[in-house]
């Protein structure tokens, strides 16, 4: 297994991170099993492994902890805070109040006294970055935490939350855990220019585009009752137009991976480690079979005639379906964050619209 540097940290980690989120109720709760693939990643030279609190609502924390329980100074261990843990509206985002109270969950649930990495999980606009790098920065001189990043945050907030680190002298954001593959290449055009300025550590998840590239998704021959389709069934209506879209690319990809040689699972987890903004691919396997076929390819590159190739089917630059984005902002998720909002007597320069002036003469008669 190659070993690259994380950003400019110092530590090194494997090319390939063991991703634990489907650990749990969401994909495998054995505890046997989820042990077996632990002990099976660490055999083959995995030192990574990642995590959320939010993964099966701890359960995979909990379980991993259990699964690394003698081997914990060897491996470089990550988990996230931010999406909602339950109903509670404090229980989420990036304030300082509940980062100082959920990493001292995922400590215990870890079973560690301390986390290697620990990152925002997406960015949070109701929350002051210099809050969230404050509150980060004091766990660090703690020592609960040794190293702060970012996950599917846009080029323009890392830039600020790097700016903020300077100004404010906090901890910097040593790492950014982007949405990479085949199927979503929109970060090679803004977010991972932006890790290599500033010497981030670019770590990808969902290097085969939510399985789409796995080579199961193919024009006729489309499996049902899989787990994720299962899980997340819109991902695989294939009416819609950009499903449609994946499946004709599929067939495109693998002539390309038979040309090559190599299988197309192969192809897409040495594309998503091949580019130079990336440190380390996050394989999420839910059972031991598909971490035995995930390894197998682990040892796969990439010529230029194969990745030119792939250029011409999937542009660089670009997404197939905004289901690859990994985060959307909440200005384009709201229509009232766009639009002015009128005012039912001044305008802002405080006098009055004719409309509004009829209004009031209605509203006072």
């Known amino acids: 297994m190659e070993f690259r540097p994380l950003g400019r940290t110092g530590v090194s ?3 390939f991170c063991f991703g634990a989120g489907m650990f749990g109720y969401f994909g495998n709760n054995d505890e046997k099993e989820c042990k077996k693939m632990v002990d099976h990643a660490l055999a083959e030279g995995i030192n990574y492994f990642d995590t959320s609190d939010v993964y ?11 699964a690394l329980k003698g081997k914990r100074q060897d491996v470089i261990l990550a988990t996230k805070f931010s999406l909602p843990m339950d109903q509670n509206p404090n229980h989420k985002g990036n304030s300082r109040r509940w980062i100082i109270e959920e990493v001292e969950n995922s400590l215990r649930r870890l079973d560690t006294e301390y986390i290697d990495l620990y990152q925002a999980h997406r960015p949070d ?3 002051d970055i210099d809050e969230t790098l404050g509150a980060l920065s004091d766990l660090v001189r703690q020592g609960k935490i040794r190293m702060i990043g970012t996950s599917t945050f846009p080029a323009e907030q890392i830039v600020e939350a790097q700016w903020c680190s300077e100004k404010r002298m906090r ?9 990479y593959s085949i199927f979503a290449r929109k970060v090679e055009s803004n977010v991972f220019p932006v890790c290599q300025k500033y010497g981030i550590g670019g770590l990808v998840w969902s290097p085969l585009a939510q399985g789409w ?3 199961k998704w193919r024009q006729g021959k489309t499996p049902t009752g899989t787990h994720r389709q299962n899980l997340q069934p819109h991902l695989f209506e294939m009416d819609r137009p950009e499903n449609k879209e994946k499946l004709r690319l599929v067939e495109e990809l693998q002539k390309i991976a038979e040309k090559s040689g190599i299988s197309l699972m192969g192809m897409a987890l040495a594309f998503a480690a091949n580019h130079p ?6 394989i999420g396997p839910r059972t031991f079979d598909q971490l035995k076929g995930l390894l197998d390819c682990s040892d ?5 005639e194969t990745l030119d190739a792939i250029d011409e089917v999937v542009p660089p630059g670009t997404n ?7 985060y959307t902002a909440p200005e384009i998720q709201d229509k009232h964050l766009r639009r002015r909002q009128r005012r039912s007597l001044e305008t802002t320069a405080g006098g009055r619209t004719m409309e509004n002036i009829e209004n009031y003469k209605q509203e006072n008669q």
Do not use: C
């Not at 903004?277 to 996050?282: C, G, L, M, R």
């Not at 796969?300 to 230029?304: G, K, T, Y």
């Not at 197939?320 to 990994?326: A, C, F, K, M, T």
């Open 300 to 304: 796969v590159d990439l010529d230029d």
């Open 277 to 282: 903004a990336v440190t380390s691919v996050i």
């Open 125 to 127: 606009v109701s929350t």
């Open 171 to 179: 901890e910097r954001f040593w790492t950014e855990q982007a949405p």
């Open 13 to 15: 980690v494997s090319r």
């Open 320 to 326: 197939i379906s905004s289901d690859d984005d990994g």
């Open 56 to 66: 099966s609502h701890g359960e995979s924390e909990t379980i991993l902890g259990k």
């Open 213 to 215: 590239l796995t080579g």
